[in-house]
């Protein structure tokens, strides 16, 4: 199977198809900063053929890598500007003053994380059995999530 027209894989750069990543809002700034500043430069516009990002088969175990990384050091910078900003409460006189460097100190540290930054992959979610209308047999009305009541005065009525 050849790769689609505007395929590019994030790792190898190569023209290749693979699985699309997911276009999440850190994803979407970059590329605005990026856009902007070509412009700025003189550039022209950046992607004009209109690319799909895309993580081909080659590079998928890189890849995994390299996101695992990423969430690992977001996770570890973030709960690190949490600890810092706990301790500056803690010795403070001030808690407000302290709370606001505390913040911060946690934004620049998520900054710091997002240099390494790898996008998700866009996985679609296949429906599960048991949920939607394909789970419910056609020959079988539904209930409307309404329980049947057990007892003497089962749906109103006396036995």
């Known amino acids: 199977m050849g790769a689609d027209l ?9 023209e290749k198809a693979g699985i699309p990543i997911k276009e999440d809002i850190i994803f979407r700034t970059y590329r605005k900063i990026i856009h902007a ?14 690319y799909r ?6 590079d998928y175990p890189k890849y995994k890598k390299m996101r695992s990384s990423y969430v690992r050091k977001e996770f570890t910078y973030v709960a690190l500007g949490v600890v810092f900003t706990v301790l500056m409460l803690a010795v ?11 913040l911060v100190l946690t ?8 240099i390494s930054y790898m ?3 866009y996985i679609p979610e296949e429906p599960r059995p048991g949920s939607g209308a394909a789970a419910q047999p ?11 009541r057990k007892g003497p005065l089962a749906n109103g009525r006396r036995k």
């Open 53 to 58: 990002l895309v993580v081909c088969r080659d």
């Open 92 to 102: 403070s006189s001030s808690k407000l003053l302290a709370l606001a460097y505390g």
């Open 119 to 121: 996008p998700a992959l």
């Open 138 to 148: 056609s020959g079988v009305p539904k209930r409307n999530g309404r329980k049947r």
């Open 37 to 50: 500043s070509r412009i700025l430069v003189g550039k022209g516009e950046l992607n004009k053929r209109k």
């Open 107 to 114: 934004f620049f540290l998520y900054l710091l994380a997002q």
């Open 6 to 14: 505007g395929d590019r894989c994030v790792i190898c750069g190569g």
